[in-house]
């Protein structure tokens, strides 16, 4: 199926400051060019421990880190049987890290740019130059009559790169045998090269402080669009008005434009108890910067007394949003104000289903609320860049590899965050792997049922998008 982009690619990036910008202009008064990213096309900054986590997949396989000190980079999450994103440095996609579930273990992708950051001391194969231009400008496998040198530790599979004599990157691709083998071939393909199409990359140093001062027209511009998109929709809903907050990125972008249209409004916080304890603080940490009520449900006990009945909840099941955050929600405005008016931290780039969404709408499950999106035409860039430029206390589980804020064991997440809380977070992980045991044991359920997470797919009903509470 054609990928496909949920909305305009917005990503730029200035030659001239080193930074990704959000249109054809630099604040600079430079042309910033399009940077080709995989759809959806919602790339997001990468934070220290996203650069550590990449350098040290890259150095394991290739002896060297990928990304030096002082370069923006920018991470783009794309379609993969698990988790994959692309590496976004000096205006192109340099590489991509892939996870892969059966082997516990990250695969890095590198393509022929990633050369200018990194000088590869392993997976390394060299080829004379009578191959180069078939190489370079047909993507020809590297054959055995053409191969120089290949380095020890390459094995059947692995990524390497393709350079000449002198070291020059020439190509990358996945190796068809091991070093050892290559070496006694006469004939036959040693590394099938991957086609890569020409891409400009100019490395440089920035800030993302130097990113924020580059986008500042862009930004203004979508903050006062929201703005005023906020005004126009309190005056036609003249309600009791608040603000849906989650402790994630999108709703404190909301909140952010929602206090500059409105002044302050009351947090609404669906509490699922299932939440990270990070994000319980967040959520203090912000009513308390900005001074602000929360009114909160309590949910904990429904989810357990649901998944007794049920069964934990799945990508093409997720009655859990319907029972912990819709349904609370619904009996919470109906008691404190009758209805009301809430703006959502909702946008396009989230999903097929949101970019189709209006932009005020009324769930069919909590007809009593009035929803409106101020940030729905934003992606993820512009939220960071504004959470940014704003200072925001944003919730710190970003910094920790952790980009999609909520239920700490929610069925849309992929394996490695969960292999990553499993590590990071025993005790919390440990309390979701009883309860799962729990069921398969009173279900006689296969052990496969827990060790290849089967139960996050249920696997006979289209996957449910009800949450909107980000």
């Not at 040290?56 to 030096?68: E, H, N």
């Not at 993507?139 to 004599?165: N, Q, Y």
């Not at 669906?270 to 304890?277: H, R």
Request: proline share 6%.
């Amino acid at each position: 199926m054609r990928l496909q982009y949920l909305g305009k690619n917005h990503l730029h990036w200035c030659d001239r400051c080193h930074v990704p910008v959000l249109g054809k202009k630099c604040a600079c008064r430079a042309s910033a060019r399009e940077v080709s990213i995989t759809p959806p096309g919602d790339a997001r900054p990468a934070f220290p421990s996203d650069i550590d986590h990449i350098n040290s997949v890259y150095r394991d396989y290739f002896g060297v880190p990928l990304i030096p000190e002082g370069h923006l980079v920018v991470l783009n999450k794309v379609p993969d049987k698990d988790r994959m994103e692309e590496i976004v440095m000096g205006g192109t996609v340099v590489g991509a890290i892939r996870y892969l579930p059966e082997e516990k273990r990250w695969e890095p992708l590198p393509r022929p740019s990633a050369a200018l950051y990194m000088n590869p001391g392993k997976k390394v194969v060299v080829v004379d130059s009578g191959a180069i231009p078939s190489i370079r400008e047909k993507s020809a496998s590297v054959l055995a009559p053409g191969l120089v040198a290949i380095e020890d530790s390459v094995r059947e599979g692995d990524e390497v790169f393709i350079v000449d004599r002198d070291g020059a990157c020439i190509a990358v691709g996945r190796a068809k045998t091991d070093a050892a083998t290559a070496r006694t071939m006469d004939r036959g393909a040693i590394v099938r090269t991957r086609k890569v199409k020409n891409a400009t990359c100019i490395p440089g140093t920035a800030t993302w402080d130097d990113a924020v001062r580059a986008n500042e027209d862009i930004l203004s511009r979508v903050e006062e669009e929201a703005v005023t998109f906020i005004r126009n929709v309190m005056e036609k809903h003249p309600i009791q008005t608040n603000v849906s907050y989650s402790g994630g990125k999108d709703s404190l972008a909301t909140l952010l434009v929602t206090l500059r249209a409105a002044g302050p409004l009351p947090l609404l916080f669906a509490d699922t108890g299932l939440e990270f304890e990070e994000t319980y603080a967040n959520v203090d940490d912000v009513a308390n910067h900005y001074g602000l009520k929360v009114i909160r449900t309590d949910t904990a006990k429904a989810f357990w007394d649901t998944m007794e009945r049920e069964g934990p909840p799945a990508v093409d099941a997720r009655w859990c949003c319907k029972v912990c955050k819709l349904l609370p929600i619904k009996e919470l405005i109906e008691t404190e104000w009758g209805e009301c008016l809430s703006f959502i931290g909702q946008r396009k780039y989230e999903s097929f289903k949101r970019m189709k969404s209006p932009r005020v709408w009324r769930n069919g499950y909590v007809e009593c609320q009035v929803s409106a999106a101020p940030i729905q035409h934003w992606t993820a860039m512009h939220v960071w860049l504004y959470i940014f430029r704003e200072q925001a206390p944003f919730n710190i589980l970003y910094g920790r590899r952790i980009d999609r804020i909520g239920c700490f064991m929610c069925p849309s997440s992929d394996w490695a965050t969960f292999e990553y809380i499993m590590e990071e977070y025993p005790d919390l992980w440990k309390t979701w792997d009883d309860a799962l045991n729990a069921y398969k044991e009173k279900h006689d359920l296969p052990d496969i049922w827990i060790e290849k997470a089967l139960w996050r797919k249920r696997g006979d009903r289209d996957e449910d998008d009800t949450g909107s509470y980000t």
